[in-house]
């Protein structure tokens, strides 16, 4: 627990500030417009991901949900969210897209962990070694049994499971999610989406 008094609204203007889990999680109120993810005990506050994220994302939604859709009575889909706050042991991330699958309800995200935990890569070297390892850390400890990751400069796919080697998706190849049955991502597609908003994302 941090010394400094909590604050009861979070906003751009206390990036950097010290906190706990318990006083970020207590927490109900925060200036719109900004991600909010507690980090090594700092609150780290950023804008929204660029297009050449969020399009890729809607995308992904909406083949999850048509999937969802076309099949009713066998989808394993419970649910799946946007930018999504992902309580891991030590930090608050906030994941691009998560999803539920094999509850067989509807998850409450306060207290279910999701099943797959999907991050598309942010230009840097920064970002590359928070999303490839620090994440993949984080997922994988709190039980997300599948973590994928869209690298839209590599123009590749990486895909996490606890215990097991990593699996490599090239552009042209289709990605079978054994916790999705039926369901089919084609990485080609996904990029193709990313690519209309050019390098300025």
Avoid: C
């Amino acid at each position: 627990m941090s010394t400094a008094q909590v604050p009861t609204a979070l906003g751009p203007e206390l990036a950097g500030t010290l906190m706990g889990p318990e006083e970020f999680d207590a927490v109900t109120e925060s200036t719109e417009g900004f991600i909010y993810e507690l980090i090594h005990g700092v609150l780290v506050v950023t804008p929204p991901p660029l297009e050449g994220e969020r399009g890729p994302n809607d995308e992904l939604g909406f083949l999850l949900r048509f999937y969802q859709f076309q099949n009713p009575d066998s989808a394993n889909l419970d649910d799946t969210l946007p930018e999504q706050l992902v309580r891991t042991q030590i930090n608050r991330r906030r994941a691009d897209r998560v999803i539920w699958a094999g509850l067989k309800r509807q998850p409450d995200p306060r207290v279910d962990v999701p099943t797959i935990v999907v991050e598309f890569v942010s230009a840097g070297k920064r970002n590359r070694r928070r999303d490839f390892l620090e994440k993949r850390d984080e997922y994988l400890a709190i039980g997300v049994t599948e973590y994928w990751v869209i690298d839209r400069f590599r123009r590749q796919m990486t895909v996490y499971r606890s215990g097991q080697p990593e699996i490599l998706i090239a552009e042209k190849e289709v990605y079978r999610a054994p916790l999705l049955p039926g369901f089919e991502l084609s990485l080609a597609h996904i990029l193709v989406v990313a690519d209309r908003y050019g390098s300025q994302s």
